[in-house]
């Protein structure tokens, strides 16, 4: 991974937020050179000084004058419309443009930069912050397979990845992928409560929760079995699990998870909406 990413040439990171500087640190310690990452954000607070510190990076508030290969927005949607502005002078027909925002299309996208440069969207979520998230790609018409090997290149540093090719899919992966680890932190949560209702300590419970669910992703993933088989092998006949999923069955549990993420998946076709009408007026 380090090999494909030393020769990337110059990547612009515009947005040191959360995510940003998540991707930020996981392309330095998978190789790339910090004089190679222009990082770029107004008001850069804490973290991203902190990041630049440790890296030797040069903070910049506005990306005047740069040339990126490699551009990645990692902005929230709501603000991308004044971002876009600055970067019409530094994008060129041949730069390389990942958007990570929730709900921008590929055409807002491509229309907003005005070069028509190779665009791709990308979908990661939180564990990329503890090099363990999953990335949903989708790339525009006018990206290559080399384009598509860069993203892979850099959204693998921080985790996994997976190809979209409808596009029109991208607000499902929010709904799921993008939203769901607070989905998972409910349960955990719930969980633990549960084992500090019954006597356990809230240390412990918090524990035995948490890796419960760290474990069962893993057995997932590494077997290739379905989730549901993996579910009969927990489950004996007339045992405790049997009950416990009886129950759950019973408050619709597996109901109110689908319609959470239909629920994320229908707001980030709203926000794509509210965006593209400001293109609009």
Not at 88 to 104: D, F
Not at 115 to 141: D, E, F, H, W
Request: glycine share 12%; proline share 6%; with cysteine.
């Amino acid at each position: 991974m380090s090999a494909s990413l030393s020769h990337l040439g110059q990547v612009m990171l515009v947005g040191a937020g959360k995510m940003g500087l998540a991707l930020a640190r996981g392309w330095l310690d998978a190789g790339l050179r910090p004089n190679h990452l222009v990082l770029v954000d107004p008001a850069p607070g804490p973290a991203a000084q902190e990041l630049a510190r440790d890296y030797g990076l040069t903070l910049n508030s506005d990306a005047s004058g740069l040339l990126p290969n490699v551009l990645v927005l990692a902005v929230k949607p709501q603000i991308i419309g004044a971002v876009m502005e600055g970067l019409r002078q530094v994008v060129g027909p041949q730069t390389l443009v990942i958007s990570i925002a929730a709900g921008l299309t590929l055409d807002y996208l491509e229309g907003a930069l005005q070069q028509n440069p190779p665009v791709i969207r990308a979908m990661p979520n939180a564990p990329a912050s503890v090099l363990a998230g999953i990335t949903a790609l989708c790339p525009g018409p006018g990206s290559t397979p080399d384009d598509l090997e860069i993203a892979r290149a850099l959204f693998e540093c921080v985790g996994r990845t997976v190809l979209i090719r409808n596009e029109a899919l991208m607000d499902a992966v929010t709904g799921l992928s993008g939203s769901g680890p607070a989905y998972v932190y409910l349960a955990i949560e719930a969980l633990s409560d549960a084992g500090v209702g019954l006597g356990i300590s809230r240390s412990e419970s918090s524990l035995l929760a948490a890796q419960t669910v760290f474990g069962a992703a893993k057995m997932l993933l590494d077997s290739g079995k379905s989730p549901g088989a993996l579910r009969d092998l927990v489950a004996t006949p007339g045992g405790t699990t049997v009950a416990g999923l009886k129950m759950l069955e019973k408050c619709n549990f597996r109901s109110a998870i689908m319609e959470a993420v239909e629920a994320a998946a229908a707001r980030s076709r709203e926000l794509g909406v509210l965006i593209n009408r400001k293109k609009q007026a």
